[in-house]
């Protein structure tokens, strides 16, 4: 027991210090490519809810902010998609707590025109002073999802979020078969502080952020096959795909997927 609570502990603490993670930079430290390998990917599931976005929004003119985007190549991808694809002017913003990440985005976005080294739930911007919000793997980091959340509807007309399920069978199978250190490591890693399965994060987007008008699954199986794997990596998204080939719903229950969404905001 007293070990049982020496994780507790653990994972307590990490989720309190979250923010040190961005602003000292480790997080880099920890994932040092930023998880560029996999831009293309994200980028051939988010078009097709910056396509309905585009087909909703009249003006010629679009203004995005990008949060905690990384290495800035999926804002880069996604502008000229929404320029070349459907005529729009991008006007791009990048917002991050770590100053290692904006360097990376202004390297890839050099024109972008406001640089913030700020947390997204307190930004500064004025009332919808943003089109379109990108929260690309996000909200899964972040101390309050639900302050995100209204600052978000504060200050964009519209989002875009890619959120990790990992409240499942698995995720939790392999918590408790490891006492705590599998989803201690993911804090601590990855700073997956906060975990969604597909109800409850439906729910709190549209309780605190507007009306979700587009949502589905990733089917991430299929991507991560075509990867270098490891044997066990390997066998568990062969189970993943076969599950969702029945059901996607079924498998982002089982194993773990991406939830993608284009929320218009209250």
Sequence with gaps: ??????????????????????????????????????????????????????????????????????????????????????????????????????????????????????????????????????????LEHVKDPVLVLREIRRIASWAVLKVPLEDTFYYRSMDWVTRGRFRARLIEEIGHVNVYDTKRLLELLERELGSVCLWSYTNVYRYLLGTPQRLPDRVLNLLGLMTYRVSPGVAARLWSDYLVALVRSA
């Excluded at 976005?53 to 190549?73: I, K, P, R, Y």
């Excluded at 991008?90 to 080294?117: F, H, R, T």
């Design 1 to 138: 027991m007293a070990e049982r609570r020496s994780v507790i502990f653990l994972v307590t603490t990490m989720h309190e210090d979250i923010r040190a993670l961005y602003i000292s930079d480790a997080y880099i430290a920890k994932n040092p490519d930023l998880h560029e390998p996999d831009s293309p990917w994200k980028i051939s599931v988010l078009k097709p809810l910056i396509d309905a976005f585009a087909h909703a929004h009249q003006s010629e003119m679009v203004t995005v902010l990008d949060v905690g985007g990384g290495a800035g190549v999926i804002l880069s991808k996604l502008a000229q998609h929404l320029e070349h694809a459907h005529g729009k002017k991008v006007v791009k913003y990048c917002l991050d707590l770590s100053p290692g990440m904006l360097v990376a985005q202004k390297k890839n976005n050099p024109d972008a025109v406001k640089i913030l080294e700020r947390d997204i739930a307190d930004t500064g911007l004025g009332e919808k002073e943003v089109d379109l919000i990108l929260m690309i793997d996000v």
